[in-house]
């Protein structure tokens, strides 16, 4: 287990997705738990989230500054509750912020919202993002300007709820934990975005992960290497790098492939278990070095819904492998600054 220092105290924060826009500096962008006595259970209502909290920092290990509540679950029309895990884009000077939430139904789908600033305010679209459904959003630019959306987790994300790629194919039968457990595993979902970045430009498709032997699909019951939530995109020297959460084994994995579009072929771990039930992370680079943000819940002793977001330092070998740097310096958590919102 990683042993490092929260990066933030003073609010409980978890499924970092960090970014560095143009003015050089790292915003991260993560959920904000908070207290609840909701039971745990595989439906995931401990988690009970209700707004988006943006920090950034000038450098990895100096102050950071919580730039205060940014969006929250009353701003949005469609949303009933639970601001899950969010994400964070830039395209043509707008900076778009995207949320998964439950709607009027109490079915998760994806909303978007705009900003002028990294650190937002945003506003919230009136409607989810049509044919968006599950959780777990995840932006990527690629370097031609065209841009896609990741998504999907299992369990209270309601993946397995959904037997094809069309958002309408709701199958409450399957919610909790009630997954396949033979054949392929369920997919990561992503699509491309329309050149104003609020809609979806093409039809939602699975993001394939292949052994890296056989080159068939990870099996639903290979549980060390299937996805389960938690998609992530990164680049690194051409080269497409999908990463996620194995969900009920702990574990951070990546793929990589040629495309954004896949297929991946399963490369890795990146992380092992941590303190906590959820994994969930981002990876990028910043002042000339590559960074994981994760989470875990060592700053409330454990409490699984009351999580922290925490830093290390990644490096790539000779064959593009992802690795844990060595003989990191513990980075102690510096006293937050508020900024005026």
């Known amino acids: 287990m990683a042993d490092k220092s929260p990066i933030v105290t003073h609010v409980y924060t978890a499924d970092p997705s960090a970014h560095v826009f143009n003015n050089n500096k790292l915003y991260i962008y993560p959920s904000h738990d908070r207290e609840t006595p909701i039971k745990d259970n595989d439906s995931g209502d401990q988690y ?6 943006v920090f950034s920092m000038d450098a990895v290990g100096g102050p ?6 940014v969006l929250k679950a009353e701003d949005v029309p469609w ?5 899950w895990a969010p994400d964070a884009a830039e395209k043509n000077g707008k900076y778009y912020l995207y949320f998964p939430a439950r709607d009027k139904d109490n079915i998760f789908r994806i909303g978007v919202a705009v900003g002028d600033k990294p650190e937002g305010p945003f506003k919230p679209e009136p409607e989810a993002i049509k044919g968006s459904f599950s959780i777990d959003p995840a932006s990527f630019v690629d370097d031609d300007g065209e841009a896609y959306l990741y998504f999907g987790g299992l369990w209270g994300g309601q993946l397995q709820c959904y037997s094809s790629n069309d958002a309408s194919a709701f199958d409450a039968s399957h919610l909790g934990a009630n997954e396949p457990s033979t054949g392929a595993a369920l997919n990561a979902k992503v699509a491309r975005l329309t050149p104003d970045m609020l809609q979806f430009a093409s039809p939602v498709t699975d993001v394939q992960i292949l052994d890296p032997t056989t080159r068939e699909p990870i099996a639903a019951s290979d549980h060390e290497r299937r996805f389960f939530e938690a998609a992530w995109m990164h680049k690194y020297n051409g080269k497409y790098y999908f990463s996620y959460s ?9 793929a990589t492939g040629d495309s954004p579009l896949g297929p991946f072929v399963y490369a890795g771990t990146i992380l092992e278990p941590v303190v906590g039930w959820t994994t969930h992370h981002s990876i990028a680079e910043f002042q000339g070095k590559w ?15 009351l ?3 925490k830093i290390r330092e990644i490096v790539y ?6 690795k844990l740097a060595e ?3 513990k980075i102690e958590p510096p006293p937050a600054k508020l900024e005026e919102v």
Request: include cysteine; hydrophobic fraction near 30%; glycine fraction near 12%.
């Open 48 to 53: 009970d989230m209700n707004d988006y909290h």
């Open 64 to 69: 950071v500054t919580d730039h205060g509540v």
């Open 79 to 83: 949303v009933s509750k639970q601001l």
């Open 246 to 254: 194995t969900g009920d084994t702990h574990l951070l994995a990546y």
């Open 291 to 305: 960074w994981l943000f994760y989470h875990d819940a060592t700053l409330s002793g454990g409490r699984n819904h």
């Open 307 to 309: 999580r922290c977001v």
């Open 317 to 322: 070998d000779g064959e593009g492998k992802i």
């Open 327 to 329: 003989a990191q310096p």
